[in-house]
């Protein structure tokens, strides 16, 4: 038996009736041409002929004295696992995500290994689907992305030789985590205590802490404070109904727009997500104009000399970000939006993996005290969570059939009834969008408002040159503040020098030295 990380037994401790805690993957293959018709139950046969399972889709949970272990299953049962469905017809993508978001709603046996794979057929054009759940405490999305891809091939044919995705041991390659962890301080807390008394490790923690907290006082609009964020529509106790939504972006376009702010394919898919969560919040009409929503995106610190958090399975941190919504322009909401990301990605610069996990977690302890004890309640920690997964590049085949696209499917919690993720390919990004579709509903709009948001910042940028898009407007209020608080400022020190010079009888001259606080003035107000 192996014992449960923390981390991994808080998702099954935090899983309740509304909040089931398992994570998904959608893909669609195009199957081999001339095969197309009976394709689907052929390979149905082939994958039930195996009665075995490997690694962690052979773990069973077993709980003792209150502690969670992972078990073999002596009594593994593929037909439990492994399903074969059909589209009703007419077949459409619309049937074909109202099936998985009934799918992705239910809860997952704890009696069996804590995972189910779906072949799904019928769809009009002739694809055949496959939905992978997996419970977030046995995997995660990286993990579960590495897996896929080790069960296909970049050749048709080799493709056909390989195992079935519970036929690989993951453990042969090691776990790897993604972050798509909507428990910012959770997933981060056990980094706090494993590095403290190492004073040498605590002091550039605090050190980027106290710079962040400074910029935050100096109004820097590159800081997002954890707690600022407005609650909305996406911040609300959520039922237990799903509703997933997913949808593929040109790589090149967004590669285009990204080129002229000098800014990476990130940034431009968070522009992308701000302007469609501002159209929708405004057709709903609680569109929040003076506070921006907060973004939590996760941030995978494996592979940073992780010593301090060894053996933690979730080895992730969080940096929030503003998404600028409240700025019509979409170029100046583009250059906020990147601004805040370069700023993060300073801060967490130089630092170990448990140092930005600590680092995060930190920076989220305010935020989440006013909102546990009733300060603010107007506003939350964040509004809602984007992750953003690379994915397999190049063309891959699984058992013949051609990949397509893959849409990753998270989960939303109560307080946060949003997920966004993204997985980029080669030539297209994929969209997953999960919510509650109670609390946020008709979520599927946001397909067109992604699509329109992308639009917009394609045409904003047409004829505009790098350095027009990377400028910086001056804020005119502030300059005009400034120089009449110095103008204030000049009277009384002219007046005072004036005096002393008459007391002492000294030549107008010795009185020139006094003006130098003026001018330090002048340079210390002009950055605010």
Known sequence: MKKLHLIDDAFLRLESRNQPLHIGVLMLFEPPEGEEENFAAELAQKLRSGETAEGLFNQRLVEKRGLHYWQE???????????????????????????????????????????????????????????????????????????????????????????????????????????????????????????????????????????NFKDFQKKNPNVAMAGKAPKCVFNQPISGTRRIAAQSYSRERIKNVSTVFSATNNDVILAMVAGALRKYLEARNEFTKNNPLLAGIPISVRGKGNSEVEGAANEVAFALTSLATDIDDPVERMRIIKGGMDYNKAQLNGLSAGQIQAYASLSLVPGAFNMLFGRKPENTVANLCISHVPGPKGTFYWQGAKLGGVYPISLVIHGSGINITIISGSENVDFGIIACRKTVPHVQRLLDYLEDALAELEEATKGLSIEAATEQKPVAKKAKTVSKKVATKKAPVKKSVTKKAVAKKAPPKKAAPRKAPVKKAVTKAEPV
């Open 73 to 211: 299953d002596d009594d593994f049962d593929l037909a439990h696992h492994f399903v074969h469905l059909a589209l009703p017809k007419p077949g459409r993508i619309r049937e074909l995500f109202e099936m998985i978001s009934r799918l992705h709603c239910g809860h997952l046996d704890r009696a069996y290994p804590l995972w189910r794979f779906y072949l799904i057929e019928g769809i009009e054009d002739g694809r055949v689907a496959v939905y992978l759940k997996i419970h977030h405490s046995m995997a995660d999305g990286m993990g579960c992305m590495e897996l896929l891809v080790r069960s296909m091939a970049t050749d048709a044919e080799a493709s056909k030789s390989l195992p079935p995705l519970w036929e690989i041991d993951r453990r042969d390659k090691g776990e790897t985590k993604v972050p798509v962890v909507p428990f910012p301080v959770a997933s981060s807390l056990l980094s706090i205590g494993s590095i403290a008394g190492k004073w040498r490790t605590v002091l550039p923690v605090i050190r980027k802490l106290r710079k």
